[in-house]
């Protein structure tokens, strides 16, 4: 590799791990403006999308101008490639912080404030699913990479738990349909946001061994 | 261009037409699934999603081989990783497809059988968007992929009248909340399918004008 391209894919690195942080953060408070009806940190969480979206538009015209002036190949190739994808797809992370946040002013309007069980074990699982497929993608580790994978079974899996303890719930006591319609969105967004980092691990698979591994394991 | 190249570009845009027609048979076939209550439809589409991923990968090691080979510049890298996202969108229209598919088995094991007007409204929607979104890549149609975006709004606003509407008929029957929350289920896959339609004529705009232009219009 030429000196010139390590420099710009060392500098690629460096802006991927910005707008990770970023989205972190949105997701975090997203989350957070659901837990205590905070209206304020919702309207801060969908302010903020734009400079998300910015980021996006900016990482991928660095990559586009590798690949114009540097020609990569191999890894190379597939790094820069790669890191398209990963941009992609935490500004659709970014995307669904905002759906949360939306989620999160209805939410705050409404009475009711019971928060179920498994919403609170799904926004632990899917943040930590988000860090460990990017920390996956710095490191290279494709341990951890796989590791992502099994954890969006169990998401999954709570997510399908919400459906019945919502359509219980809401038949109980059908006066609380609208605010548990609202959680089970938070629920489906959290399950969206597992997604992404299981796409984003599979990548950095795909990136370290060469081979595609999508649609290998359980959908 | 090289020939060599234009040929390679040629064969590339014949295999993004293929999928995109399995694709749209797939969401159709969905979609009858839920209106007809045939499960062994839903079924076919959720067992012909492997080959739909099988083409993801295909393609995409097709564009990886075009990147590396013929190391493209300007318009024509654009086009090769314009088709990268398009196949990867597609590849997820298709995920979406087996998740109305999922919500089909369920709906037709209900005794239930109303379908609000919004989903029958949607489900044409969403359609003609996908359509177009690839009709416009196809003819590289820059009013056409302008169009897509504008309905986009309209299916979000159909969605958010799911809502409404889903939420006035548990109220006044909450034994039906069973039922409808599936068919709520239905009404978002087919939001998210707008949204991809639309991501895809975004990349259209892009390839032609060069310039990127996500995130400018409503979210």
Do not use: W
């Not at 710009?8 to 989205?23: D, F, G, N, P, Y």
């Not at 837990?35 to 304020?40: D, G, L, Q, S």
């Not at 009711?112 to 860090?131: G, Q």
């Not at 998401?155 to 219980?168: F, G, P, S, T």
């Amino acid at each position: 590799m030429s000196v010139l391209l390590s420099k710009e894919i060392t500098r690629l690195k460096k802006k991927i791990l910005q707008m990770t942080a970023i989205v972190e953060e949105s997701v975090r408070k997203a989350v957070s403006a659901v837990r205590y009806k905070n209206e304020a940190l919702a309207d801060e969480v969908i302010q903020n999308d734009n400079g998300i979206d910015l980021m996006e538009n900016e990482l991928e015209e660095e990559c586009l101008k590798i690949l114009a002036l540097h020609q990569p190949v191999a890894i190379d190739l597939r790094y820069v490639v790669v890191c398209m994808k990963i941009n992609n797809d935490l500004e659709r992370i970014g995307d669904l912080a905002v759906n949360i946040a939306d989620r999160a002013k209805a939410i705050s309007r409404e009475k009711d404030d019971f928060i179920p069980d498994s919403i609170s074990a799904m926004i632990e699982k899917a943040i930590s699913m988000l860090k460990k497929s990017l920390d996956a993608f710095i490191e290279m580790d494709l341990k951890m990479a796989r590791e992502v994978s099994l954890m969006d079974d169990e998401v999954d899996e709570l997510n399908r738990n919400m459906y019945q303890e919502v359509r219980k719930m809401i038949m109980e006591d059908p006066d609380r349909t609208g605010y548990l319609l609202h959680v089970l969105g938070v629920s489906r967004q959290l399950e969206r946001i597992g997604d992404y980092a299981t796409n984003i691990s599979e990548d950095v698979i795909y990136m370290i061994e060469g081979k595609i591994v999508r649609h290998s394991g359980s959908k």
